[in-house]
């Protein structure tokens, strides 16, 4: 009779569960080599399921993967699908395990310092770099839209309410830009935020694609640190960000077209640099409901905004 306790048991069962998973990897990379051997194609499998900002700047990486091994068959699994519609060299397979292909990749949103999100990526995984750019394809837009006046999209949201930028802020900075630029239109994108009232409102109207159309048709981007600054990036459109948890080169390195506005506080980055333990929770300890209780936030002025978009001749091609 089995008198082991139940504690036992269930110790017992992980250490077997972690020795079959062992056992199942070993099997797999032996089946890798051996086809590479052999010179016979593999399959490789890219798990990133992550936010929609980590799974465009990944675009890159899956590009320079099939240029390493343009015979191999480069399967992912994302939580944005539509984003890699027009990527002919990956396939969309959701169901997949790490041990249903030759070759297993874990994206992880880790990124230990290299000059760019794609160039970490590279280094970790062994394949070689080539500075690429995320981009989308999308179609050219009606060219009946007039010229010559500035389009603006907006949104104060974010993840986490400690990343979102006041609803009283960016009202001011629309205002002053309208000032300057009187035949200037405005659309608010966005997802679950508060409506700053100023433009076209499409806020939870669009799905990702229809914001990125969108997004195409405009002269520039304004918004905190979110997926809608990469969405921007990725269609051509340049982008002013506003950073308060995270420090935008260290944590995904430059982009081409964006403006980073970072805070002035001195706890700037705090997620970058890990002394935010928790995402989204402040590492000064502020448990706030809105925007306004964290001075990463509110301390980036909409007249550090303004004089930024001037300085960086981003509507250089426009009129006013």
């Given at each position: 009779?089995?008198?082991?306790?139940?504690?036992?048991?269930?110790?017992?069962?992980?250490?077997?569960?972690?020795?079959?998973?062992?056992?199942?990897?070993?099997?797999?990379?032996?089946?890798?080599?051996?086809?590479?051997?052999?010179?016979?194609?593999?399959?490789?499998h890219i798990e990133n399921r992550w936010r929609i900002g980590d799974e465009i700047l990944a675009i890159p990486f899956y590009?320079?993967?099939?240029?390493?091994?343009?015979?191999?068959?480069?399967?992912?699994?994302?939580?944005?699908?539509?984003?890699?519609?027009?990527?002919s060299h990956v396939t969309i397979e959701t169901d997949r395990t790490e041990f249903d292909c030759d070759r297993y990749i874990f994206l992880s949103e880790d990124h230990p310092g290299a000059g760019?999100?794609?160039?970490?990526?590279?280094?970790?995984?062994?394949?070689?770099?080539?500075?690429?750019?995320?981009?989308?394809?999308?179609?050219?837009?009606?060219?009946?839209?007039?010229?010559?006046?500035?389009?603006?999209?907006?949104?104060?949201?974010?993840?986490?309410?400690?990343?979102?930028?006041?609803?009283?802020?960016?009202?001011?900075?629309?205002?002053?830009?309208?000032?300057?630029?009187?035949?200037?239109?405005?659309?608010?994108?966005?997802?679950?935020?508060?409506?700053?009232?100023?433009?076209?409102?499409?806020?939870?109207?669009?799905?990702?694609?229809?914001?990125?159309?969108?997004?195409?048709?405009?002269?520039?981007?304004?918004?905190?640190?979110?997926?809608?600054?990469?969405?921007?990036?990725?269609?051509?459109?340049?982008?002013?960000?506003?950073?308060?948890?995270?420090?935008?080169?260290?944590?995904?390195?430059?982009?081409?077209?964006?403006?980073?506005?970072?805070?002035?506080?001195?706890?700037?980055?705090?997620?970058?640099?890990?002394?935010?333990?928790?995402?989204?929770?402040?590492?000064?300890?502020?448990?706030?409901?809105?925007?306004?209780?964290?001075?990463?936030?509110?301390?980036?002025?909409?007249?550090?905004?303004?004089?930024?978009?001037?300085?960086?001749?981003?509507?250089?091609?426009?009129?006013?």
């Amino acid at each position: 009779m089995n008198t082991k306790p139940a504690g036992e048991h269930d110790q017992s069962r992980r250490v077997s569960a972690r020795i079959r998973r062992a056992s199942r990897r070993l099997l797999r990379d032996l089946r890798y080599g051996a086809k590479r051997l052999a010179q016979r194609p593999v399959h490789i499998h890219i798990e990133n399921r992550w936010r929609i900002g980590d799974e465009i700047l990944a675009i890159p990486f899956y590009e320079l993967l099939h240029r390493q091994f343009p015979s191999a068959r480069i399967s992912v699994g994302v939580n944005h699908p539509e984003l890699l519609a027009d990527q002919s060299h990956v396939t969309i397979e959701t169901d997949r395990t790490e041990f249903d292909c030759d070759r297993y990749i874990f994206l992880s949103e880790d990124h230990p310092g290299a000059g760019s999100r794609t160039e970490s990526l590279c280094l970790r995984h062994g394949v070689p770099f080539t500075h690429l750019e995320p981009r989308l394809r999308i179609p050219a837009m009606d060219p009946s839209i007039p010229s010559g006046q500035p389009r603006f999209a907006y949104s104060i949201g974010a993840g986490w309410v400690c990343k979102q930028w006041p609803t009283e802020h960016m009202r001011d900075l629309l205002t002053r830009l309208r000032t300057a630029y009187p035949r200037a239109a405005f659309i608010e994108l966005g997802k679950d935020c508060d409506p700053v009232g100023i433009g076209e409102d499409m806020r939870d109207k669009l799905t990702l694609m229809e914001s990125a159309l969108a997004l195409h048709g405009c002269d520039l981007y304004i918004g905190p640190d979110s997926g809608l600054v990469h969405l921007a990036l990725a269609v051509g459109t340049p982008a002013v960000g506003l950073y308060g948890p995270v420090k935008p080169v260290a944590a995904f390195g430059p982009r081409e077209g964006l403006v980073a506005v970072l805070s002035p506080e001195p706890c700037q980055g705090c997620w970058t640099d890990r002394r935010m333990r928790e995402p989204g929770k402040c590492a000064l300890g502020i448990d706030g409901n809105s925007p306004q209780d964290y001075p990463c936030m509110t301390t980036i002025t909409p007249e550090t905004v303004f004089e930024q978009i001037e300085a960086a001749g981003l509507l250089k091609a426009t009129t006013a």
